[in-house]
């Protein structure tokens, strides 16, 4: 069976989108890749993507290729524009004439500045897992029949950046969630450590003093509250040696005391 060199070069992108979970992980560049294979699957000028949270841009990223321009035309967005109406509706804004769009006042300061880099058309796909937006991507680029109108059969195009885009969206909600299980894991593990050094400590006392293990605790305990210590630093200080035991041993007598 033969594949066309698009359809390999697609597959090969989709793979590339999925492969989130690795060290070194950076977002920025992750997004700029996405966008570098949307100019190159779509014969695009540029292509650039807006992260949105809560309505607002929260990051922008855009292709190797016309970098400076594609960023000016998603920062020219903060009023409206083809990023901000896919996110807001879920849905792709099909390829667009930004001279008709400039004539009926759609999104007049993007379409203005749009106009002075020359561009002809735009299109935009949102960035979606399911029902979960995460923002948009949006395509620059030559895919008109005349000078006013858009190509006659969008589909495809819009296809092949939202199939990007959902790889994209995919491979940034398993980051997210990869990112918190690593730090949760790193938690409970710190939080499980500190409960064995204190429980080592605690033993080595009540060996050393001839004492009951919650006694050694209590001593553990009162002399990181007075010197504002945390717990399991004072253990750390006495699994090393360097715990002084005479002050430790003190926390067991004033506790026996008790108020005068």
């Known amino acids: 069976m033969r594949y066309a060199t698009r359809e390999i070069r697609l597959a090969s992108a989709l793979v590339e989108a999925a492969d989130t979970l690795v060290e070194g ?11 570098d294979h949307c100019v190159e699957l779509l014969n695009a ?22 970098e400076r321009m594609a960023l000016d035309l998603l920062e ?28 009926a006042a759609r999104w007049p300061d993007f379409t203005e500045r749009a106009l002075r880099h020359d561009i002809v058309t735009t299109f935009a796909v949102p960035l ?28 495809p195009e819009l296809q092949v950046a939202q199939a990007l885009a959902d790889a994209a969206a995919l491979g940034l909600q398993n980051r997210r969630a990869y990112t918190q299980y690593r730090t949760l894991s790193g938690q409970l593990q710190e939080a499980l450590s500190s409960r064995v050094r204190i429980e080592q400590a605690k033993g ?22 007075r010197r504002r210590l945390a717990l399991d630093q004072v253990a750390s200080t006495v699994i090393e040696g360097a715990a002084d035991d005479a002050e430790l041993r003190r926390e067991i007598d004033e506790d026996s005391a008790g108020p005068a």
């Open 76 to 103: 020219a967005q903060h009023g409206g524009g083809p990023c901000l109406e896919s996110y807001g509706s879920g849905r792709p804004v099909p390829p667009v004439s930004i001279r008709v769009a400039h004539a």
């Open 25 to 35: 992980f950076e977002a920025m560049r992750y997004l700029q890749r996405l966008s």
């Open 128 to 155: 979606r897992r399911r029902e979960h937006l995460l923002g948009a991507l949006n395509v620059f680029g030559p895919t008109l029949t005349g000078d006013t109108a858009p190509a006659a059969d969008p589909a």
């Open 204 to 225: 080595m006392l009540a060996e050393r003093w001839g004492v009951r293990a919650d006694h050694a605790f209590v001593a553990l305990r009162q002399y990181a509250r």
């Open 45 to 66: 000028r540029a292509a650039g993507v807006m992260l949105i949270d809560g309505g607002r841009s929260v990051s922008l990223a855009a292709s190797s290729r016309h």
